[in-house]
């Protein structure tokens, strides 16, 4: 089978080595897309074990359009069959003369044409079929994953502006760490220090439900196995994981998230510029500092940065330094071990590597 998982934007090599560790065959990679081939089993495996994948969609066809009426010829030739309460949605790129909902309309209609056991469900759908057109070309396949995999199920306080677990987890592989001492000054609700050590741990995504429960494919017998197969492969190595956090109802929270997330680390109320005061060694730094966007003082968060980066040089000489900012403050401070533009949500930013 065909398959192909979304990802962060900028960082699909890293997800790549993630699915190919977990029995994918990379085919190639695109912008925040991995297309790789593997047996069935990889519908549950992708699921219940990548932390570095917003979901895993089963390939129907992939063409080049340039019309509706493309679009309408292209799901005529797909071979497909399925029965159900289904929807459609579509991600579109580029300038059309229609929009993402003119596509659903369209393929939901043959759809139905093909597939006369079927009918449409905008509320409640069993299955999901997602298309991706981005200039000429058209991607179509049916959801395995439904919410998306960066909803684990642990968060139970919302930090403001939390970090995307799925983006932790890709900076933690791309960081190098392998269990050494982490520490994240800028903590929030806790992400980097439970997605390390879900990542060291082999923790499956355990705590929710998949649609591909509702797909033709589905196999009660071979879930259930695949599921018994990774929670057997979960280990229970206490790690040297350190967060510190300035306000303390995002401590509390942060206790909460790793408590029901099964994770135990310490926690400091304080600040990152004083950092040395609550830990005296990190092999890395992990961290996702304010960017200042909602309080629109440039100059206030720069003067953090500052104080920050004097607090590394001055307490942490030799660390590995891997952090996201839209700015390039720290490369005043640090020399770039490497550098990558992604994409944080809708937002262009930097990721950087540093070694201190």
Same mark, same amino acid.
């Given at each position: ?171 933690? #592989? ?5 269990? /050494?001492? *982490?520490?994240?000054? !800028?903590? $929030?609700?806790?992400? &980097? %220090? +439970? ?107 720069? #003067? ?5 980066? /004097?607090? *590394?040089?001055?307490? !942490?000489? $030799?660390?590995?330094? &891997? %952090? +996201? ?32």
């Amino acid at each position: 089978m065909e398959f192909l998982s979304t990802t962060v934007k900028g960082l699909e090599d890293i997800a790549s080595k993630e699915i190919a560790s977990l029995g994918g065959k990379v085919l190639k990679q695109e912008e925040g897309k991995v297309y790789f081939s593997g047996p069935e089993e990889l519908i549950y495996v992708l699921n219940y074990a990548s932390k570095t994948v917003f979901r895993t969609v089963i390939l129907i066809g992939e063409g080049t359009v340039h019309s509706l009426e493309d679009i309408r010829k292209f799901v005529e030739t797909l071979d497909i069959s399925f029965s159900g309460e289904f929807e459609v949605r579509t991600k579109r790129k580029g300038t059309h003369s229609f929009t993402s909902m003119d596509v659903n309309a369209v393929v939901g209609e043959m759809l139905l044409k093909k597939c006369p056991n079927t009918k449409v469900n905008l509320t409640a759908p069993e299955i999901r079929v997602l298309c991706w057109l981005e200039d000429d070309k058209f991607v179509m396949g049916f959801d395995t994953t439904g919410e998306s995999l960066h909803r684990r199920g642990y968060r139970v306080y919302q930090h403001p502006a939390p970090l995307n677990p799925v983006l932790a987890a890709l900076l933690i #592989r791309w960081s190098g760490w392998r269990g /050494e001492t *982490l520490v994240d000054p !800028f903590c $929030g609700s806790g992400t &980097v %220090l +439970i997605e390390a050590h879900h990542s060291y741990n082999r923790v499956p995504n355990k705590f929710r439900k998949f649609i591909f429960r509702n797909l033709p494919f589905y196999s009660k017998d071979e879930w259930t196995a695949i599921k018994n197969k990774y929670d057997s492969r979960e280990k229970k190595v206490k790690l040297s994981l350190v967060g510190i956090e300035k306000f303390q109802k995002h401590i509390e929270g942060a206790q909460k998230n790793l408590h029901k997330a099964g994770v135990d680390a310490h926690l400091y109320k304080g600040l990152a510029e004083k950092m040395h005061l609550y830990v005296s060694h990190a092999d890395y730094i992990i961290t996702n500092p304010p960017f200042g966007l909602r309080i629109g003082s440039k100059k206030k968060i720069f #003067r953090l940065y500052e104080n920050f980066a /004097e607090e *590394l040089e001055n307490h !942490f000489s $030799g660390t590995q330094f &891997v %952090l +996201i900012t839209p700015y390039t403050k720290f490369e005043h401070y640090f020399d770039v071990l490497e550098k990558r533009e992604i994409m944080y949500g809708d937002l262009p930013v930097k990721a950087y590597r540093f070694k201190i």
